[in-house]
């Protein structure tokens, strides 16, 4: 039988609630719901380390952020990663081909694929006058090299006047065919043309968006500039002072203070969704004319969620389910995957799609991974998370039903019951019915981090005020 094709379809700063098929009230993703409806759907999928970098290397090797080394972000720290998630589909047989956001270093690091057409958004660090030219953005970047050859040198995705991580929004000022997100759908296109029929092949189709700028088209905006928007979320832990002191700054932690600019970000955030969606649409229309998807096997996520004002809180990085929660779903036939239009409750995690896939390859799985294929399921009873993030950097025990979190500047804990309390509405810490259990999951993170580095635990407690790294020791290490 032949080797099934396979195509990873990955958005960036998407929340696992957004999608029609999750129930979401307001957002519409019919061509992932299509997907979803004719596979598997997985609600319990986190990230466990909620930025890109150490969200992409995870993805990339099928490790644990401590595994890769990369509990925070930190850019221009080299990826020497020696066994790849398309480096081992490589040696499987497949032609393997990455359209869109990367996020490594060097740029031009291919992490194992035979080709990349690379587009990673605009990222500030490759920007600096200080980087060496071959290595500036508009050069090594294959769509802004595309961009300003086709609209003139001076082109940028800044035109908008919005930063990359800001909260602001407005639609895209040039033709919907010049937009980021309609390049990957365009080259993915393309290489479904060029590629050799005769071998099975490997498509990551990697989109920025919804990750800001929000500046989807404008018939995307008009979408939902008139419909009434499910407000966000808040609770009795919010810290409102931050947003007083911080809600006027256009990309801080907080989002904005004020109510128009906060739906004005649900617009543009929620019209990027479905902008992507559509594109995802192009990419499944140009399979079935060239009759590959009774044959091909899709998995869809992304690297992290956002807060969008949830709790006072904007972008990523923190613990909360706006943060960590993320789509995740598998579709194809059912001859292939062996179930179809099933939701599967196990408890999953970005290191898991690596060995999924070669799971879907029929390709040996490398001991040396922390992840294990869900293509059946699997057993995973907790998940640890972190992410170093200043004052507010955090460990966190997360699992179907409930989630413990520990600040390990401050000391500071939290625990919620997501079965009873899915918006994290109260931290339950102090409540007594709930001691015993968080005594358990505080336990994991103890055992989990013993001996770590940092200093977090020594096998019995957990140490306040240790100093944090976004890299570790063995983030610069080769690993095979």
Known sequence: MALPNIVLIMTDEMRGDCMGFAGHPDVKTPYIDSLAAKGIYYPNAYSSCPTCVPARAILHTGLSQRSTGRVGYQDRVDWNYGCTMAGELAKAGYYTQCVG???????????????????????????????????????????????????????????????????????????????????????????????????????????????????????????YKDKDLKPPVYGDWDDRELLEKNGRIFN???????????????????????????????????????????????????????????????????????????????????????????????????????????????????????????????????????????????????????????FSQTGEEQYFNLAEDPDETHNAIREEKYQERIAELRQHLIDTLAGCEEGYSDGKQLIVGCTPRDCLSNATLPNC
């Open 252 to 406: 801080n932690i907080t989002g904005p203070i004020d109510p128009e600019l906060i739906r004005q970000q649900m617009i543009g955030y929620y019209a990027c969704i479905t902008h992507v969606d559509h594109q995802i649409g192009r990419i499944l229309m140009a399979m079935t004319e060239q009759k590959l998807m009774d044959n091909t096997i899709f998995l869809f996520t992304s690297d992290h969620g956002e807060m969008l004002s949830d709790h006072c809180l904007d972008r990523k990085s923190v613990p909360y389910q706006g943060s960590i929660h993320i789509p995740m779903l598998i579709s194809g036939p059912k001859d292939l995957l062996g179930r179809q239009g099933v939701i599967d409750d196990t408890l999953t995690e970005l290191r898991d799609v690596m060995p999924t896939l070669l799971d879907i390859a029929g390709a040996d799985i490398p001991k040396t991974l922390d992840g294990r294929s869900i293509l059946h399921g699997h057993d995973r009873q907790w998940l640890h998370g972190e992410h170093v993030y200043g004052e507010k950097s955090h460990q966190f025990i997360v699992t179907k039903t409930d989630k413990y979190i520990w």
């Open 101 to 223: 956001k990367m996020h490594v270093h060097p740029l031009r690091h291919y992490a194992g694929f035979h080709n990349v057409e690379l587009h990673d958004g605009y990222l500030h660090e490759y920007r600096f006058p200080d980087v060496p030219g071959w290595e500036n953005q508009l050069v090594a970047d294959d769509y802004f090299h595309w961009l300003r050859s086709e609209l003139g040198s001076e082109v940028d995705v800044t035109d908008t006047g919005m930063d990359c991580n800001g909260w602001t929004a407005r639609p895209w000022p040039y033709a919907e065919k010049y937009h980021p997100t309609n390049w990957v759908a365009q080259r993915s296109i393309d290489f479904l043309r060029r590629r050799d029929p005769r071998q099975p092949f490997f498509l990551m189709a990697s989109f920025v968006r919804p990750h800001a700028p929000y500046d989807a088209p404008q018939h995307y905006f008009d979408l």
